[in-house]
């Protein structure tokens, strides 16, 4: 009986002394690991908030044209400087009627002067036609009001001075940083007001935050409204029938937060 066991021990595989402890050791590991970890609570909340613009710029342009004549350099150059001339001198008119308001120089910004050439198709009276070259010559002006209830005004002083175009009304924020921290702190305060609801109905307690991540950053854009104005025989814009009232924004925040629990 012994030489059978002795036989059968000869045939079995040898295994390491290394691999052996390490198995005992992982196997007695394993238990205390488990006991070690800690739970968790997740939560995700959004909030958000309702803010009324309290920032307008009124956008409008100015423009005149050449006679439409044939495509002679020496006669369009002349065109040119004549049409120049007199839009520089209805934007400078402009500007300091908008002073005269008492919006600040530098609420008022005159853009950079800009050409669009055009072709006008004439025929005459024997039914011959010919192409004429006419050019446009526009500069834009944009009035920045931090007192919104000055739109209206503002916007009937511009049509007063021969504005050619009215391009619409922006309303914006003077501190967008303000606001969208205000909607990301809502987000946060109102997790923790979940998660220790959660907790406490639980028979748990909230430990040190684990992780934080903002699911969406709350934002602004700025709102457009469009202004609908006529023009008169002369090409000016005539003055819009409008009431502007800005209403209110939406400003979303999303976050999720990760607390450890205490034992």
């Given amino acids: 009986m012994r030489a059978l066991t002795r036989r059968l021990a000869s045939t079995l595989p040898r ?44 956008n409008a342009r100015l423009w005149e044209e050449t006679p439409a004549i044939e495509q002679l350099a020496e006669e369009e150059e002349a065109a040119l400087s004549e049409a120049r001339a007199r839009l520089e001198k209805r934007a400078s008119e402009l500007i300091t009627m908008l002073e005269s308001q008492g919006i600040e120089r530098d609420a008022i910004s005159a853009g950079s002067l800009n050409i669009y050439p055009r072709q006008v198709h004439n025929r005459n009276q024997d039914g011959d036609g010919e192409t004429l070259k006419r050019n446009r010559l526009e500069r834009p002006v944009k009035v920045q009001l931090d007192d919104i209830e000055q739109v209206s005004a503002i916007l009937d002083a ?60 709350p934002s602004y854009q700025p709102r457009m409204m469009a202004v609908s104005a006529e023009q008169n025989d002369s090409g000016r814009a005539k003055a819009p029938q409008t009431e502007y009232r800005p209403g209110t924004v939406r400003i979303d925040a999303e976050v999720s937060v990760e607390w450890l629990l205490k034992d």
């Avoid at 390491?16 to 007695?28: I, K």
């Avoid at 590991?29 to 710029?57: C, G, M, W």
């Avoid at 946060?188 to 992780?211: F, I, N, P």
């Fill in 15 to 58: 295994v390491p002394y290394w691999l052996m402890v390490g198995s005992m050791t992982a196997m007695a590991l394993t238990p205390a690991a488990q006991a070690n970890e800690t739970s968790r609570l997740n939560v995700d909340a959004k909030a958000h908030i309702e803010v009324v613009p309290d920032r307008a710029t009124l």
């Fill in 158 to 217: 511009l049509i007063s001075a021969g504005v050619n175009q009215l391009d619409g009304v922006e309303f914006d924020l003077k501190d967008r940083d303000a606001v969208t921290d205000e909607a990301l702190v809502k987000a946060l305060d109102k997790a923790r007001h979940k998660a220790d609801l959660m907790a406490s109905t639980l028979g748990a307690e909230l430990g040190k935050v684990h992780h934080v991540q903002e699911t969406q950053s």
